[in-house]
């Protein structure tokens, strides 16, 4: 998928822009200069076509301020991954030095731009200040307004003629991808190193992707992988928080591209609210995932307790996700990473896995007449018939008479009984439930 950035000197209605581009209010709209101080992230489609919008802080050319000065780096990092970038100014104002500065910069940059005069909110002809943008050197204006959503359309379909074509992704439907995420400096390129054997050799750039992210091909046996790396950006030290938070964005991307997701953790750090974001994003898309547990070769004093107790300590921060198992590994010394190979197998096999549906009604006789289904009011609920709908993760559609009787604790209870009678422990499944006739 590719990236767009909005870019901007602070106030001229990027966040108003984003908000309406991708028709959410995620975005804090605001006339303080300054509000936005991270990028902030979503998707965004067009004419069927998907990518990702990047909302960034203002850029202050120059600016002595801290907070300013972190917008800026904040912005450069988004310039420096995207695709194609809209540049937005303010017809109330005019041109100003410092649009001819953030130009300038974008030109240096050689990433395509297109130039969106914002606030224009009339319908009709441009305004003669308009004319005026056309001496940025950026092309032709597009006239929008952000807040009445005029000329957004034009606006996409330049951004569309400006960018590069999405190269398309190799096809391998015998490999598993694997995306190795987590948040920086917890191994995931030490890993892809050892596995590879090699020194994060590029095998190919992913399409739409940030430079540093690459897949690497690994066989093992008969079955082939494409392990996605998501490794951190280089830079200097004093950036490090705004490359966390860009981290979040790639690997975001490369959970969308896998079938299983080894979530990485430091074991010398534990559980942290980074983990969880990028953790959660591959729970909520349904992905198989293995929780790789890395440097404990590093942690201290072990007893023959330690690896128990720490798992019943990550069993509660990973609650969430309880059916994804851990394995600890030293992507240093090797440790366990051969028996992660099999472990990304087992999770695949029972996600992709597809039950035929007299087996599934078999179990659902058994289930109902060993727990009665629930009743209220003198009615009882009664469920007819299940089919298995899909398969990644395996999704499981159950026909009954009364949705509204079937409580959540009775579906936890059929879930689980599907999960017990077919082996499903280690992936996330499904359970929709349909009245009889829907």
Not at 283 to 299: F, Q, R, S, Y
Not at 317 to 328: E, G, Q, R, V
Not at 370 to 398: C, E, H, I, W
Request: proline share 4%; hydrophobic share 40%; with cysteine.
């Amino acid at each position: 998928m590719q990236l767009v950035a909005i870019v901007g000197r602070p106030n001229v209605g990027k966040s108003t822009l984003f908000n309406k581009l991708v028709g959410k209010r995620l975005s804090i709209v605001d006339d303080t200069p300054g509000v936005t101080r991270d990028r902030i992230y979503s998707r965004c489609e067009w004419l069927n076509r998907e990518f990702m919008l990047i909302d960034t802080g203002g850029i202050e050319p120059r600016t002595d301020d801290v907070i300013l000065a972190q917008m800026r780096e904040q912005a450069l990092l988004a310039i420096d991954s995207a695709d194609c970038i809209i540049f937005v100014t303010d017809i109330t104002t005019g041109v100003t030095a410092n649009d001819l500065d953030v130009a300038s910069m974008l030109t240096k940059s050689g990433k395509p731009v297109v130039l969106a005069v914002n606030k224009d909110d009339h319908i009709g002809e441009p305004l003669p200040e308009f004319y005026e943008f056309y001496n940025l050197g950026l092309g032709d204006p597009i006239s929008v307004s952000a807040v009445h959503g005029h000329g957004t359309g034009d606006l996409l379909e330049a951004v569309f003629e400006k960018m590069p074509p999405e190269e398309a992704e190799p096809e391998d439907e015998d490999a598993i991808k694997v995306a190795v995420i987590g948040k920086p400096n917890v191994g995931k390129s030490s890993l892809i190193n050892l596995i590879t054997g090699e020194e994060r050799s590029i095998v190919s750039d992913i399409a739409g992707t940030t430079r540093d992210a690459v897949d690497s091909e690994v066989i093992r046996g008969e079955q082939k992988y494409i392990f996605i790396d998501t490794a951190g950006m280089r830079r200097k030290a004093k950036v490090t928080e705004n490359i966390e938070h860009f981290s979040v964005l790639r690997a975001l991307m490369a959970v969308d591209r896998a079938d299983v997701c080894v979530v990485m953790i430091d074991a010398t750090v534990g559980f942290t609210e980074q983990d969880s974001k990028v953790a959660g994003y591959a729970h909520d898309k349904g992905k198989a995932c293995v929780i790789a547990v890395n440097k404990w070769d590093a942690v201290d004093e072990k007893t023959d307790k330690t690896m128990q107790e720490f798992t019943k300590k990550l069993e509660v921060d990973f609650s969430f996700m309880s059916y994804a198992p851990f394995i600890f590994i030293s992507a240093k010394t090797g440790q366990r990473v051969e028996k992660l190979f099999s472990m990304i197998n087992e999770v695949h096999e029972q996600h992709s896995r597809r039950i035929s549906t007299g087996v599934l009604n078999d179990m659902l006789s058994y289930a109902t007449s060993r727990v009665q289904p629930p009743s209220d009011k003198g009615k009882r609920l009664k469920l007819y018939y299940m089919t298995q709908a899909s398969s990644n993760p395996p999704n499981f559609v159950v026909f009954c008479n009364s949705k509204d009787l079937f409580h959540y604790s009775y579906q936890r209870y059929i879930e689980n009984q599907i999960r017990e009678t077919f082996g499903l422990d280690k992936t996330p499944i499904k359970l929709s439930v349909r009245e009889r006739g829907e």
